[in-house]
DNA sequence: AAATGTGAACTTTTTCACAGCA
DNA sequence: TGCTGTGAAAAAGTTCACATTT
């Protein structure tokens, strides 16, 4: 049943796990595609199977939030997706800029989940003085002249870096100095920021690094291929580059700003 | 004298903690720069720093990877950078696959980092009739009906999806049973996979609402109209964190689409 | 009978701090 | 002397299993 006011947030906004904040939205988006099939009730076990986590967990992770279900039945769908969102902090608008209109720029402005969930895109970001005025996604580029205006203009606290590389902590600091607390980046690099300020990284390579690696493990377990040899030594300038399957090698290098230098012997 | 044979990378591969991997390729980048700069050495200290870790954490995490190291000196860049690539298994080429070439899909295609270390777009695929033959960076879009013919005549096993929601289970369906066992998910939705396929998750409004979270907490003092909890539970002091993903193994995970709804509490 | 909420056990990750080697 | 490599301690996160409530 809905309403419970009987249950009390104990102060339990208290310290909720970072685990536990990084899986609230995807609990969140499994609620609301029940809520709008107007499912009225879900129960831990399915609505667990729906985010892709087991129910132990989530109920842990709603323990933290309070008691919000009923034994029994489960969960009110409409109320906890309230409670949720406005954990979340989403039952607040939220103006976001993004900086750096370039192909990733512009298909982030053009998501629709933004918008779809307290994000309102306050503007878009551009050094390049060609592109100001240009509409994308419906709205016109502004010049990164503008970026202090606009922000204390809008009251922008959420900023999204989609520059590249070497522009990027150059923005951040503009944007930090301009009253931006939180800041997604997308650039590939670490970003340095005061105490206060939060920082999120979203990168491509990184990922398919991560499920090459698990990639790798798969096909290795056999093929005798991958697998370099001792290499034991740990002399100086590294020589082993032997083996490892295929000639490899090529492929791997050059880009557009960053590269590998495929393993340079001595 | 057993030449140097002390130093066994003992096979150490065998369990390097999840979130050991996760951090190799923020370590391969920083050093890559430093590589660049021709810098012939690097402390855990320095290298810690440029990576944004602390160097208790990045020394720990090489102790898996072996003894790479020479004490009251450092690490070796160049050796560090071949071995830490030999990890992640990016001395192979690795052909992957973008499926929907829409905003998204055409950043990513664009997006220089992908050639840069080890991995090669071997073929840009889109329902779209229309996209057929359109080159996108250089490269021309074939129709989704090619993509098991793709796939395995490339060898391709790793498959990225930038589809609209609705139709990611689907391409992910297709992809893996055309033999991809690695998939770096876009869309806003839960994949079902069987076991042994690795699907990573990159979520632009998760990600964002993970910002708003930490940024409603900070509305310490005046936050405009937010439902500050009553309690007198004093904001923590923020420590300025930079997150990533979570990483997600194999299997089962996610679950339906949904993506826009709005959120209505009463 | 069904399903939540949670203490307790267990696992993973991070941090500490220092012995040991170059 | 300087810095790595690593046991050991601490912290964070996950899973178990069951008492409790509807």
């Known amino acids: 049943m809905a309403t419970g006011r009987s249950h009390r947030p104990a102060t339990r ?52 939030l309070g008691s919000y279900g009923t034994r029994g039945v489960g969960y009110d769908v409409e109320y906890l997706v309230y409670q949720i969102s406005r954990e979340l902090g989403l039952t607040q608008d939220w103006p976001v800029v993004i900086v750096g209109i370039g192909n990733l720029g512009a298909a982030l402005a053009n998501y629709g989940g933004f918008a779809s969930r307290g994000f309102r895109v306050a503007a878009l970001i ?3 003085p060609a592109m100001a005025g240009k509409p994308v996604a419906g709205i016109p580029v502004q010049h990164t002249d503008q970026l202090e205006e606009i922000i204390q203009g809008e009251g922008v606290s959420i900023g999204v870096i989609a520059t590249p590389a070497g522009a990027a902590q150059q923005v951040c600091d503009r944007l930090v100095a301009a009253g931006v607390t939180s800041i997604l980046n997308f650039a590939p690099t670490v970003l340095a920021v005061p105490d206060g300020v939060d920082v999120r990284k979203v990168d491509l390579s990184i990922e398919l690094q991560i499920l090459a ?47 590998v230098p495929a393993v340079m012997p001595t």
């Open 13 to 64: 906004s208290r310290g909720i796990p970072e685990a536990t904040v990084a899986r609230l939205p995807l609990y969140l988006r499994a609620l609301t595609a029940l809520s709008e099939r107007s499912v009225p009730t879900v129960s831990s076990e399915e609505l667990a199977a729906a985010a892709g986590v087991n129910s132990a967990k989530l109920r842990k992770d709603f323990s933290y």
């Open 213 to 259: 690696f698990h990639e790798q493990r798969k096909a290795g377990e056999v093929a005798a291929g991958t697998v370099v040899p001792p290499v034991g030594s740990r002399p100086e300038p590294v020589a082993a580059r032997q083996a490892s399957a295929g000639g490899q090698e090529s492929a791997a290098d050059q880009g557009p700003d960053g590269d």
């Open 126 to 128: 551009d050094a390049d």
